[in-house]
């Protein structure tokens, strides 16, 4: 079978750090994807991990392991912009592109 | 910069009626893909395709059909809406021989 989990909700306060983790179950995988989705409006492309370990880019990072089918998003100097839902998505192997999407965690930031 | 439009960010229509949703993408990609993305259920593959006039089924093609007659766009049909078709509905694309997806704003769907 093929599942991924994601925390439903979490809150976090302006200026700190908050790792969203992602865990999945699928029976073959090319590499995972991390979205930002901000209330009512598309999601948007914010990382693609393939290689184990952590990409940097600027305040957000995303971390992969492949043996431990586990990934976290890693979100540095919270603003109140970064409210939103957040969803982690896995490509399968042939799978003709398509995505098995997490339920997505949604983020709020307090002041 | 990708982009992709959808025809309505709201829509609101009553059960039975056939409903179009448009979807264009202005970057030449093959792939297109429907979704609906319902509370705590995630986005849900309804149809996609990989290129004109090819279309596969998604998870939930029950009470949908598409249709994609140009490269770049990509329609999806009720053919008799029901009010378990409330929902939002994101359209995608991606290029042939890529995974990421990029998405239109949009519609939020009320069946009454």
């Known amino acids: 079978g093929q599942n991924i989990d994601q925390p439903t909700e979490m809150t976090a306060t302006e200026g700190a750090i908050v790792q969203i983790n992602c865990t999945y179950q699928t029976s073959g995988f090319n590499g995972l994807f991390w979205y930002q989705q901000h209330a009512g409006e598309a999601p948007t492309f914010l990382s693609y991990?393939?290689l184990d370990g952590l990409e940097e880019k600027g305040r957000f990072s995303s971390f992969l392991s492949r043996s431990k089918g586990y990934s976290y998003l890693l979100l540095k100097e919270l603003q109140m912009k970064d409210s939103a839902s957040y969803l982690c998505a896995v490509s399968p192997p042939d799978s003709n592109y398509q995505l098995i999407w997490g339920a997505g965690t949604k983020l709020i930031i307090k002041p | 910069d990708v982009k992709v439009t959808q025809s309505s960010r709201y829509l609101v229509k009553r059960t039975g009626e056939k409903v179009f949703l448009e979807c264009v993408q202005d970057?030449?990609?093959?792939?297109m893909f429907w979704y609906r993305q319902d509370p705590g259920l995630g986005l849900r593959l309804i149809y996609f395709s990989y290129d004109v006039k090819m279309k596969e089924k998604g998870d939930i093609p029950e009470g949908y059909s598409v249709s994609r007659e140009k490269k770049e766009r990509f329609s999806l049909i009720l053919e008799s809406a029901s009010t378990n078709q409330t929902s939002m509905y994101l359209c995608a694309s991606s290029f042939g021989g890529e995974e990421t997806q990029y998405f239109g704003p949009g519609t939020r769907l009320l069946v009454l």
């Open positions: 970057m030449d990609h093959e792939n």
């Open positions: 991990n393939v």
